[in-house]
């Protein structure tokens, strides 16, 4: 069965859905042009508090870890099997771009920059019957920290956490999808 995960318009303050999507859908509205003109004007502004605010009030978003009535861990109908883990401010984006779609323990689902342009968003599987979600944000923490030489966004670890929808033409999204 795909999984499925709720999508919330802007603003972040706007803890309910909208509808349950797929990976497929987020892909679609990723390299659509929907946040396109969003994106640019977020990359122009220079000061970091205006970039966190447009961010906050003009990008739609998801919770890839899973399906909520309302956001927050109370909210939460089921979990999807995803985890996305994020990537900030790094030195070269395509270099850890093209690293993650070889990784050989991860299978990524769907992959994309993030609104700013420095960044990346890696959406992988997880078995919740190993072990539960904060577990296996864990185990990958450590994994891209030793693997990849950097540590991935520790807020990752709410299962309700919110990833805004930039615009990527070249996301990445599994050819099974």
Same mark, same amino acid.
């Given at each position: 069965?795909? %999984?499925?995960?709720?999508?919330?318009?802007?603003?972040?303050?706007?803890?309910?859905?909208?509808? +349950?999507?797929?990976?497929?859908?987020a892909?679609?509205?990723?390299?659509?042009?929907?946040?396109?003109?969003?994106?640019?004007?977020? @990359?122009?502004?220079?000061?970091?508090? @205006?970039?966190?605010?447009?961010?906050?009030?003009? /990008?739609? #978003?998801?919770? /890839? %870890?899973g @399906?909520?009535?309302?956001?927050?861990?109370?909210?939460?109908?089921?979990?999807?099997?995803?985890?996305?883990?994020? /990537?900030?401010?790094?030195?070269?984006?395509?270099?850890?771009?093209?690293?993650? $779609?070889?990784?050989? #323990?991860?299978?990524?689902? $769907?992959?994309?920059?993030?609104?700013?342009? +420095?960044?990346?968003?890696?959406?992988v599987?997880?078995?919740?019957?190993?072990?539960?979600?904060?577990?296996?944000?864990?185990?990958?923490?450590?994994?891209?920290?030793?693997? #990849?030489?950097?540590?991935?966004?520790?807020?990752?670890?709410?299962?309700?956490?919110?990833? /805004? $929808?930039?615009?990527?033409?070249?996301?990445?999204?599994?050819?099974?999808?």
């Open positions: 069965m795909e %999984s499925s995960f709720s999508f919330f318009r802007a603003p972040i303050l706007n803890l309910y859905p909208e509808a +349950d999507w797929t990976l497929a859908d892909w679609r509205y990723i390299t659509g042009p929907e946040a396109q003109e969003t994106t640019w004007a977020l @990359r122009a502004l220079s000061d970091k508090s @205006r970039r966190r605010a447009f961010k906050s009030a003009r /990008f739609d #978003y998801v919770t /890839f %870890s @399906r909520f009535t309302k956001r927050g861990q109370q909210g939460l109908i089921a979990h999807s099997g995803l985890l996305c883990i994020d /990537f900030d401010h790094l030195t070269d984006v395509e270099e850890l771009f093209q690293r993650l $779609l070889q990784d050989e #323990y991860f299978d990524t689902q $769907l992959l994309f920059r993030s609104p700013s342009g +420095d960044g990346l968003k890696w959406v599987p997880i078995d919740l019957e190993e072990a539960p979600h904060e577990q296996w944000f864990d185990s990958i923490y450590w994994y891209c920290r030793k693997t #990849y030489g950097m540590a991935p966004d520790d807020q990752c670890k709410d299962v309700a956490r919110a990833c /805004f $929808l930039p615009h990527d033409p070249n996301a990445f999204l599994h050819p099974d999808l």
